[in-house]
């Protein structure tokens, strides 16, 4: 099982930018598919971004396609998220989990979510 531990969030404007880092423990992490989520108030938990095992794939929900990045190291076990461009809309908790990650789609196993790092884009 993958363990992780979210940082990075913070308050930026709109049209700036920010990093979040994921970092994971676990034999399992260098074999995982990785995704961020993210969750604004009100609303439900959404997939943003996710990686395969080795960094050669990546998906991303169509609302961050050419904004985000996810990026990932395997030598030290960490997970990125590059965010510009931030539109208010992207104010949210973000979240990283281990994922399932297939040719066609993603899927997200029962997880115990981690604490989240807030990211805030005023306008």
């Known amino acids: 099982q993958v363990q992780v531990v979210e940082s990075g969030g913070g308050l930026v404007q709109a049209g700036g930018s920010l990093r979040l880092s994921c970092a994971a423990s676990?034999?399992?992490?260098?074999?995982?598919?990785m995704g961020w989520f993210r969750q604004a108030p009100g609303k439900k938990r959404e997939l943003v971004a996710a990686?395969?095992?080795?960094?050669?794939?990546?998906k991303y929900v169509d609302s961050v396609k050419g904004r985000f990045t996810i990026s990932r190291d395997n030598a030290k076990n960490t997970v990125y998220l590059q965010m510009n461009s931030l539109k208010p809309e992207d104010t949210a908790v973000y979240y990283c989990?281990?994922?399932?990650?297939?040719?066609?789609?993603?899927?997200?196993?029962?997880?115990?979510w981690g604490q989240g790092t807030q990211v805030t884009v005023s306008s």
């Open positions: 676990g034999r399992a992490f260098s074999t995982s598919g």
């Open positions: 989990a281990a994922v399932v990650y297939r040719e066609y789609d993603v899927m997200v196993p029962p997880t115990n």
């Open positions: 990686i395969n095992w080795s960094g050669g794939s990546t």
